[in-house]
Structure formats: C-alpha cells, structure tokens
T-cell receptor
Framework: LAKTTQPISMDSYEGQEVNITCSHNNIATNDYITWYQQFPSQGPRFIIQGYKTKVTNEVASLFIPADRKSSTLSLPRVSLSDTAVYYCLVGAAASGGSYIPTFGRGTSLIVHP | GAVVSQHPSRVICKSGTSVKIECRSLDFQATTMFWYRQFPKQSLMLMATSNEGSKATYEQGVEKDKFLINHASLTLSTLTVTSAHPEDSSFYIC????????????FGPGTRLTVL
C-alpha cells in the first residue's frame, strides 16, 4: 500500500506556475499516480494521471522521474479559482493488482491576487 | 469526464434515526464503488469498498453493522448510516471506478449529514 507525502500548504500568486511534489517511496510496479483537486464541500475532481515520464493535458502537467518515487503536479499560470486542496493518489490500474485508493493529507494551495 | 451523482446532497436527522445515501454512476458502469468520510479540514478517509453483487470490504475501525453498504447494480451503491448519532455528522463522498485499462475513479459531489 503506497503511502504518499505532500507539503501541507503552499502559497502562490496569480499568473505564477505552481509545482506540487508528492513522495511515494513504496510505489508498486503496476501503480499509477493520479492527482485530484478538491474545493470545500465538494467531491474531488480528477486532474491528471500518469505512470512515468511526463503527461500533459489542458489544465496541468505531471512529471514522474525514472524511479517513480515521487511525482510533481505543475499548474501553469494559476488563478484565484485554483485555490483548493490537491491530493495525489497511487494505486493499481484496473488491469492488475488490488486498488485501495487511500488519500494522504493533501496540499492546500492558496492563490493570492 | 464521467458523472457520479449522490442523493441527497444534504440531510439533517434526529439522533437514533437511519439515513440512506445513494451513489449512482450516470454514464458508465462501475466495477467498484468506494465510500469515504471527510471531517472539516481533514482528508478523505476510506470507509469501504464495494463490488456489485458481493459484500463490501470495510476498512479497519469502520463498523459494518452501522454503515450498511448495498451495491445492487453496476450503477448504484447505497450507504445507510444506522442509528445515527451526532458524531456521525460528516461529509460522505462516494466514488465509482470505471472498467477499462486505467480504471479512472470519479467522485460524487458528496452528502453533508448533520445529526442533531
């Protein structure tokens, strides 16, 4: 069961790039890394998922080094509406392994004007 | 992305009553559904995992007789909080995992339970 560690909080300003790193030293071979965003009193929202190297979509990029023991979520040019809690999860894809999606403490990002 | 709904979005009940929360995957079939509980300013805590047609698997410390989970179909799971007490007041969130190679997990909007 891969455990994740993230900074508890981060502060940024509008227009800046924000990088949030998650450590998962015990990640298993068939584990994927998924990042979620959560606003108060709402369910988490999927941001991005990856296995290795770099993944990019319309809202974020995910960087995963070769040893996969950490991952970095990159949010380009944040705005006030990006103020939220960000969680990284590691777990097996449906094709193999058990999947117990356990959340860590998450990173509370505050974007200032 | 896929849509997961929860009903009701918020409920207030008296101590000792039972409350049922529904979780539906609206546009996909979910091989597995998960139930979480979240207290203010805390992370989501996994309560149980349920697969359609089989008994739920509860996490350590979660009472299966108090939190009844029924997963009757590939699109519906229910959580019943039996004999609710004020300490059960929390934000309950379900998620559904889609079939397929990546098995993406999609979350419902949550249900705010307040027990008086």
């Amino acid at each position: 069961l891969a455990k994740t560690t993230q900074p508890i909080s981060m502060d940024s300003y509008e227009g800046q790039e924000v990088n949030i790193t998650c450590s998962h030293n015990n990640i298993a071979t068939n584990d994927y890394i998924t990042w979620y965003q959560q606003f108060p009193s709402q369910g988490p929202r999927f941001i991005i998922q990856g296995y290795k190297t770099k993944v990019t979509n319309e809202v974020a990029s995910l960087f995963i080094p070769a040893d996969r023991k950490s991952s970095t979520l990159s949010l380009p040019r944040v705005s006030l509406s990006d103020t939220a809690v960000y969680y990284c999860l590691v777990g097996a894809a449906a094709s193999g392994g058990s999947y117990i999606p356990t959340f860590g403490r998450g990173t509370s990002l505050i974007v200032h004007p | 992305g896929a849509v997961v709904s929860q009903h009701p979005s918020r409920v207030i009940c008296k101590s000792g009553t039972s409350v049922k929360i529904e979780c539906r995957s609206l546009d996909f079939q979910a091989t597995t559904m998960f139930w979480y509980r979240q207290f203010p300013k805390q992370s989501l805590m996994l309560m149980a995992t349920s697969n359609e047609g089989s008994k739920a698997t509860y996490e350590q410390g979660v009472e299966k007789d108090k939190f009844l989970i029924n997963h009757a179909s590939l699109t519906l799971s229910t959580l019943t909080v039996t004999s609710a007490h004020p300490e059960d007041s929390s934000f309950y969130i379900c998620s559904a995992r889609a079939a397929g190679p990546l098995g993406e997990q999609f979350f419902g909007p949550g249900t705010r339970l307040t027990v008086l």
